[in-house]
Nanobody, 123 residues
Framework: VQLQASGGGLVQAGGSLRLSCAASGRTYSSYRMGWFRQAPGKEREFVAAVSGSGGSTYYADSVKGRFTISRDNAKNTMYLQMNSLKPEDTAVYYC?????????????????WGQGTQVTVSS
């Protein structure tokens, strides 16, 4: 079981990036999946989550209206389209699977964390 996050990089404020999270080892089409991020010196925080079917999505208030989460179960891949990026979005972004169903935003509900991808937004 492995999650591989990719797509991070350096972008100017106002720019866009698309993150991908590819799952291998098994399929997760029946599991909610999510994105979290961790900035230097801060705790890991919820960003967005998507239900197994892709029909339900959840967002942190700080990214609502700017980020869009989606998934392609045929490719076993989840995405995070990030638009209108701000310097405060700078962080390492992680993807994970909601294994315990304790809530879309609950960090402790998630497992199989990927290695993370760095997103840096310059002002």
């Amino acid at each position: 079981v492995q999650l591989q996050a990719s797509g991070g990089g350096l972008v100017q404020a106002g720019g866009s990036l698309r993150l991908s999270c590819a799952a291998s080892g098994r399929t997760y089409s029946s599991y909610r999946m999510g994105w979290f991020r961790q900035a230097p010196g801060k705790e890991r925080e919820f960003v967005a989550a998507v239900s197994g079917s892709g029909g339900s999505t959840y967002y942190a208030d700080s990214v609502k209206g700017r980020f869009t989460i989606s998934r392609d179960n045929a490719k076993n891949t989840m995405y995070l389209q990030m638009n209108s990026l701000k310097p405060e979005d700078t962080a390492v972004y992680y993807c994970a699977v909601d294994l315990y169903g304790r809530g879309a935003t609950s960090l402790v509900s998630y497992g199989y964390w990927g290695q993370g991808t760095q997103v840096t937004v310059s002002s």
